[in-house]
């Protein structure tokens, strides 16, 4: 990759500057390529902060800085047109269009994986993602926390890392008591059957409804969940049914979401660990008894008390999650491990990563919460139904389906009908994403239909629709990719050029957007991508250019809607041939 390239030699003559100077330090300095090409098509501040620390004119280092790069046995001059430095000291890169249109042929050459590279190799990272609750339903939520995960796995595994899902499903804990009480007494199975999570969500309020008149029901209810945690036949029988119903529904919605995981390993399979893991917090002498509770003291790190097993005997989320840890570092071997979930459990997550660290477990590994924001509606208020309930996923999807029907119509009314049904689903779906997907993690977002469908705004149905235009384009001129057999070296415009310029930057892109944790940096991309060949063709003939240069402009084109195409898969994104 060029970036690193550059990040070497320039900090490899950064040292010798170092040396010259006589500079305790060698000072962090960014290499960044640029945004609008008009200055060059790199730049960094190395000469800046070196000049700086040196308390030295940074232009004069600049200088310095240039001839040492020039020399490095590393440079190949015929990759830069030019190398320049710019006040107060910026010194910018230019790309030779010989070395951009050798890229080209690259990308040609390696179609679909074109972007992919192994410097994940022999590294193991588990996305822990999705993660809903038995018996209620998933909400916008755990949506985020799926297309999120779902896009770092894809990224990760793309750059090469082993790269392992796993759906933590809440399918354990005090809340199946209530619910085997209230099955037992008011179920119906033919209606949960039908109705699954909506009649267990009916059952739950119930529950509470009821024990709100008679105390008697919460220790009726503590009772059926110490039955269900001694393997009692019965209850086992109802919680196997309440979780199979769940799923079922839950994978209604992967399946049209196009979401799949290595693992689905519950919190209840790690029930059996429990009394281990917390035995072991207090012969490490971590944990500690408080009030026939056991707690961990985390004072050392500023931290409240982090329950591991209460005073009834029940173990927590906490503890689970610790229990998996461990399995996990037992079976997987994992160097990282990601969790997807959000901002509002990143008190849990500093509980949890600081107690590895008193455990001593966490040596060789880096734990990250991957946190995100809350989904608002158009109102700014938290999505809600007019009764104030949350919004079902199901129907937030039908709804975005439905609006890219009509859009797809409006758009192309002579596709066949099952071609218009299929590609409202890949639209509207990927709108959903999308929308998720290119604005920063930590922000709520919000729905906005309108902008999320937009065909001409930053949204999916735009980047789809841009990929379609080139794919009819080449259909057209009955285009077949081909490496071998085109002068690339008519590529010469300043169009032409800063498509080729986007192109080139593309694995850089994911290997940033897999260091920060942010698909949204691969969106960004991608719409500047599509700005920039939708420039292009509004001022540029293809079809109409003499032979040769349509050819050149052909794979040009060509290679655009391969990388359109990767990074929306990224996304976890579909791009339809047309549309
Ligand atoms: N089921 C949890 C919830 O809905 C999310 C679990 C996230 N994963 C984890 N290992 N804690 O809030």
Redesign the pocket.
């Known amino acids: 990759m060029l970036k690193n390239k550059l990040e070497n030699l320039i900090g490899k003559s950064a040292k010798k500057i170092q040396k010259k100077y006589k500079l305790k330090k060698l000072p962090k300095f960014t290499v960044e390529h640029s945004r609008d090409f008009q200055f060059g098509d790199y730049a960094t501040n190395a000469a800046m902060v070196l000049g700086k620390e040196a308390k030295k004119n940074p232009m004069e280092v600049g200088d310095f800085l240039i001839q040492k790069i020039k020399k490095d046995k590393n440079f190949h001059s015929e990759i830069f047109e030019k190398i320049e430095i710019i006040k107060p000291g910026f010194i910018n890169f230019t790309l030779s269009t010989k070395f951009l249109q050798k890229n080209l042929l690259e990308i040609l050459k390696q179609g679909e994986k074109f972007g992919s590279s192994n410097s994940g190799k022999g590294k193991t990272i588990i996305v822990?993602y999705s993660?809903?609750?038995i018996a209620k339903p998933m909400h916008v939520?755990?949506l985020r926390s799926t297309i999120i995960g779902q896009s770092l796995y894809n990224i990760y595994k793309f750059l090469g890392y082993k790269t392992i899902s796993d759906n933590?499903?809440?399918d354990w804990g005090t809340q199946f008591g209530k619910l085997i009480y209230a099955y037992k007494n008011w179920g119906d199975k033919k209606k949960i059957n039908q109705n699954p999570i909506e009649e267990m969500t009916k059952l739950y309020v119930k529950f509470h409804k009821e024990a709100e008149e008679n105390k008697e029901l919460e220790e009726f209810a503590r009772k059926e969940t110490k039955k269900l945690q001694d393997k009692n036949k019965e209850n086992m029988k109802i919680w196997k049914f309440l979780v199979e119903e769940s799923l079922k529904e839950f994978d209604k919605i992967y399946k049209i979401l196009g979401i799949k995981f290595d693992y689905v390993l519950g919190e209840s399979f790690y029930d059996n660990m429990l009394e281990q893991i917390v035995n072991e917090c207090l012969k490490k002498k971590i944990a500690r008894k408080s009030e026939d509770a056991i707690i961990i003291n985390l004072d050392k790190y500023n931290l409240p008390l982090f329950l591991i097993k209460k005073k009834d005997g029940a173990y927590l989320?906490a503890t689970t999650?610790l229990a998996?840890i461990k399995y996990r570092l037992k079976k997987i071997k994992p160097d990282k491990i990601l969790?997807v979930?959000s901002n509002e459990?990143a008190l849990h997550f500093q509980q949890l990563f600081a107690s590895l660290e008193l455990l001593d477990w966490s040596k060789n590994i880096e734990m990250k919460h991957i946190k995100f924001g809350m989904v608002l509606g158009k109102n700014g208020k938290k999505l809600s139904t007019r009764k104030g309930e949350t919004v079902p996923l199901e129907s937030l999807i039908e709804k975005a389906v439905k609006l890219a029907r009509k859009a797809v119509e409006e758009k192309n009314p002579k596709l066949s009908k099952a071609e218009k049904e299929k590609i409202a689903k890949i639209v509207g779906i990927g709108a959903i994403k999308y929308n998720d997907l290119s604005q920063n993690r930590l922000t709520d977002i919000v729905f906005d239909w309108n902008k999320m469908l937009n065909f001409q705004g930053d949204s999916a149905p735009y980047l789809q629709y841009t990929h379609a235009r080139i794919k009819s384009i080449l259909r057209k001129a009955k285009y077949k990719s081909s490496a071998k057999s085109f002068n690339q070296t008519l590529l010469k415009n300043e169009l032409e050029l800063s498509i080729l310029k986007q192109l080139l930057f593309f694995p850089e892109i994911i290997e940033r957007a897999a260091q920060e944790y942010n698909p949204n940096i691969i969106a960004d991309y991608l719409y500047q991508l599509a700005g920039r060949f939708n420039l292009f063709y509004q001022k540029i003939p293809v079809l109409k250019a003499e032979k040769e240069l349509r050819l050149a402009r052909l794979n040009l084109i060509f290679a655009a809607a391969t990388v359109l195409k990767n990074g929306l898969g990224l996304l976890g994104i579909k791009a339809p041939e047309e549309m």
């Open positions: 822990d993660a809903p609750n939520g755990h933590h499903i809440g989320y999650d998996a969790y979930v459990q």
